[in-house]
C-alpha cells in the first residue's frame, strides 16, 4: 500500500464445490487472512485521514507515504537492505516492520538528520517513522 499497491488473497485451493475465493467469497485458506489483518492494522495505527505521497524522500533507496513530515511509512519490496541512509528535517523514533513474519521492532533512541537505520537484511521490510519531537 506504500507504494500504491491493493491488498487481496491471491492464494487459490481446490473446492470440492468449485468455488473459487476471489469470485464468488466464501472462506479464506492458507496465510493470507491473518496477513491481510496485519496490514490493516499497521494502516489503522497511521493517521486517521489516511496517507498522502510524500512531497520529499527522506531516503534515496526507499519509497513511501506519509501524512506531512509527522508519520512516515517506507517499503523496501524485494530489495534487501542492511541499513537505510535517511536525511530527516526532524527527530523521529523508527519502528522496523517485518511484513512476512508480522512484526514490529521499535529501536533505541531516535534520529534525525543524516543519519543510518539499521535493517535486517532481506526483503519486504517497512520503516515507520513518527516524529519525536512534536
Known amino acids: 500500500m506504500a507504494q500504491g499497491g ?3 488473497h491471491g492464494e487459490t485451493y481446490l473446492d470440492p464445490d468449485d468455488v473459487l475465493w476471489w469470485s464468488k467469497g466464501g472462506v479464506l485458506h492458507g496465510d493470507s487472512p491473518e ?5 490493516r492494522r499497521m494502516m489503522e495505527e497511521g493517521p ?3 496517507f498522502d505521497p ?8 526507499l519509497g513511501g507515504v506519509g501524512k ?3 508519520y512516515i511509512l517506507m517499503y ?19 519502528d522496523v516492520i517485518d511484513t512476512w513474519e508480522m512484526t514490529v521492532k521499535t ?10 537505520v539499521p535493517l535486517p537484511g532481506r526483503s ?11
Not at 510524500?54 to 533507496?61: E, T
Open 54 to 61: 510524500l512531497a520529499w524522500r527522506p531516503s534515496r533507496s
Open 35 to 39: 496477513r491481510i489483518a496485519f496490514l
Open 76 to 94: 523496501s519490496g524485494i530489495r534487501q537492505p542492511a541499513v537505510c541512509p535517511l536525511d530527516l528535517p526532524h527527530r523521529y523514533e523508527v
Open 48 to 50: 486517521a485521514r489516511g
Open 68 to 70: 506531512g513530515d509527522d
Open 6 to 8: 491493493y491488498v487481496g
Open 107 to 116: 529501536l533505541e533512541g531516535s534520529y534525525e538528520g543524516e543519519c543510518e
Open 124 to 134: 519486504h521490510v517497512a520503516l515507520r517513522l513518527r516524529r519525536a519531537d512534536v
